[in-house]
C-alpha cells in the first residue's frame, strides 16, 4: 500500500514514516513540497498514492494571528489543493486538524456535532482546511487532536524539561485546559483509522484532561524535580492569539470504533523516561 505523508517531517509525520515501516512510504515536506504552491496536486497525482495523511500544516498559533494570510495558505488552500488531488487519485484521506476550532466557552467535551467557532486566526484557518476536506468528493476523514508533543521538533514538554534544568521555578497558565497528545499514540490510531471505512470528523487525543499548569507539575515531577511551578492567567501570559479556556475532545465515537487511547500521565512518563533530561538536545 502506498501512504503519502504530508509534513513528513514534522513530529507527527516523523513517527508516522517509522511506524509505517511495513508500507510504500511516500514523504513530502518542504522545501520540495510547498502546500503554497498549486503544483502539489499534480505531485500527488504522479506519486498514485492509496493512502494520504495530511499532517504537514502551519501550526504557529501567534504566528498565525501576526500573518493570517500564510496560515490560510498553508491551512486553508494548501488543504483544498491536497483534498482535490486526493479524490482526483480516488486516496482514502486522513486531515489532521486541531481542538482550536473551538471557541472554549464549553464546559462539557466537545462532540464532533458541535459547530466550531474559532477565536484565533490559527483555529480558523485549520476549520475552513476541514470544510475543503469534507466538501472535496475524496474518502476523507477529519482528525482533530490536541495540545501535540512527541521526540521530533518543539513542543510544550520539551520547552518545560529545558526550563526547568535552567530556572529556579516556572510560570505556566493554569485557566486553559485541554487533552495532551503523545504524537506516537496519534499515530498508531491514525493507522488503525485508516484502514477502517469512517468518514467526517472524529476527534483523538489521550484519555483525560488537564491544565497547562497540571501538564507542567506532572512533566517537572517526571524529571524527578522538585521546582517550584506558580499558576498564572493566560492574560498574564501576554500570548499574541486568543485561546479557548476550555478545548476537552470527547473520544466516545473514536471508542465505538474500538480505538482506545492511552491516558495522558501514562504516555507523558513514557516520554520523559525515553528522553535525555540531561541534554541539551531535548
Not at 475552513?128 to 508533543?149: C, F, I, N, P
Not at 474500538?258 to 512518563?269: D, F, I, K, T, Y
Amino acid at each position: 500500500m502506498r501512504v503519502l505523508i504530508t509534513g513528513s517531517g514534522g513530529q507527527l509525520g516523523s513517527d508516522l514514516c517509522r511506524m509505517l515501516g511495513n508500507e510504500t512510504v511516500i514523504r513530502q515536506d518542504l522545501p520540495e513540497f510547498d502546500l503554497t504552491q498549486p503544483a502539489i496536486e499534480a505531485q500527488i497525482e504522479k506519486a498514485r498514492p492509496d493512502i494520504i495523511i495530511h499532517a504537514g500544516a502551519y501550526t504557529d498559533v501567534d504566528g498565525s494571528e501576526r500573518n493570517p494570510d500564510m496560515a490560510m495558505a498553508v491551512n486553508r488552500d494548501g488543504t483544498a489543493r491536497v483534498a482535490r488531488a486526493a479524490a482526483q487519485v480516488g486516496a482514502r484521506l486522513i486531515y489532521v486538524s486541531t481542538d482550536y476550532v473551538f471557541d472554549g466557552t464549553a464546559t462539557v467535551p466537545y462532540t464532533e456535532q458541535v459547530v466550531p467557532n474559532p477565536i484565533n486566526a490559527y483555529g480558523m484557518s485549520k476549520w475552513l482546511g476541514e470544510q475543503a476536506v469534507l466538501a472535496s468528493g475524496a474518502d476523507a476523514l477529519v482528525v482533530r487532536t490536541a495540545w501535540l508533543y512527541g521526540h521530533y521538533g518543539k513542543n510544550f514538554v520539551k520547552s518545560i524539561m529545558r526550563a526547568a534544568r535552567r530556572e529556579p521555578g516556572l510560570s505556566v497558565v493554569s485557566d486553559q485546559r485541554g487533552c495532551p497528545t503523545f504524537a506516537e499514540d496519534l499515530a498508531s490510531a491514525l493507522i488503525a483509522l485508516m484502514m477502517m471505512k469512517v468518514g467526517g470528523v472524529i476527534h483523538v487525543t489521550n484519555r483525560g484532561a488537564c491544565t497547562w499548569h497540571e501538564f507542567a507539575v506532572a512533566i517537572v515531577r517526571e524529571m524527578g524535580l522538585t521546582l517550584p511551578v506558580a499558576s498564572i492567567s493566560t492574560e498574564e501570559a501576554g500570548r499574541l492569539a486568543k485561546r479557548p479556556r476550555f478545548s476537552v475532545l470527547n473520544q466516545d465515537r473514536l471508542v465505538s470504533l474500538g480505538v482506545q487511547m492511552p491516558e495522558w500521565r501514562r504516555s507523558l512518563a513514557q516520554f520523559v523516561r525515553a528522553a535525555d533530561v540531561s541534554s541539551d538536545s531535548v
